[in-house]
């Protein structure tokens, strides 16, 4: 079956690096992506990785996949304020399921 | 630029009401979706539509309904709504997986609070 899991909190500095990490079980994923929720909104694709390939680097954005382990992650360079929002990962997978698995969301709170 | 819209943001609601909640998205994609999202439980998949007129059940159906007469237009229904349907709604659409990715886009969100 499928599952997704996320630790739930991660606090940082202001201009520090932020590492969010996800693990995934199902191992028919074909795309991964990572969406951003900003307070009382909807979710925002912030970028995608497609599961053949192992890093993908979107300006201040860094996704790193280990298939082998089922491990996605997603780095932000030089956190604001303004990348405070809760972050998830979702895998979509290639046996007709057509609705994307999210995980239970970390919470990224940038201190000043 | 795509969209999905949600016809309310904040919805008050009695116990034993029958609610409506409605989703309309222009990117004319075939699926569509409602979700549940509560703290600490991420967003958990209640039903979903692949066509007009058909639908399946997610992982938390019991409860709701969904109705889908128009490709553009996804309702839920909540027949009696109880004070543990008490959440954040979300609805979201997506095109066929066979054409590659699959992401899925979202609208903003309906506040529910049954009382």
């Known amino acids: 079956g499928e599952d997704v899991e996320q630790s739930l909190f991660l606090s940082v500095r202001e201009g520090d690096s932020s590492v969010i990490n996800c693990t995934y079980t199902d191992s028919s994923s074909t795309y991964l992506y990572w969406y951003k929720q900003e307070p009382g909104a909807g979710l925002q694709l912030l970028t995608y990785i497609f599961s053949n390939m192992d890093m993908k680097q979107d300006q201040r954005l860094t996704v790193l996949l280990n298939k082998k382990d089922k491990h996605l992650s997603l780095r932000i360079a030089d956190t604001q304020t303004g990348d405070s929002a809760i972050y998830f990962c979702?895998?979509?997978?290639?046996?007709?399921?057509?609705?994307?698995?999210f995980g239970s969301g970390t919470r990224l709170q940038v201190q000043p | 630029d795509v969209k999905v819209t949600q016809s309310s943001r904040y919805l008050v609601k009695r116990t034993g009401e029958k609610v409506f909640l409605e989703c309309v998205q222009d990117?004319?994609?075939?699926?569509m979706f409602w979700y549940r999202q509560d703290p600490g439980l991420g967003l958990r998949l209640i039903y979903f539509?692949?066509?007009?007129?058909?639908?399946e059940k997610g992982d938390i159906p019991e409860g709701y309904s969904v109705s889908r007469e128009k490709k553009e237009r996804f309702s839920l229904i909540l027949e009696s709504a109880s004070t543990n349907q008490t959440s954040m709604y979300l609805c979201?659409?997506?095109?066929?997986?066979?054409?590659?990715?699959?992401?899925?886009?979202f609208g903003q969100g309906t506040r529910l609070t049954v009382v």
């Open positions: 990117m004319d994609h075939e699926n």
């Open positions: 539509s692949y066509d007009v007129k058909m639908k």
């Open positions: 979201a659409s997506n095109t066929h997986p066979g054409s590659g990715r699959t992401e899925a886009f």
């Open positions: 979702a895998e979509s997978v290639d046996t007709g399921r057509r609705a994307l698995t």
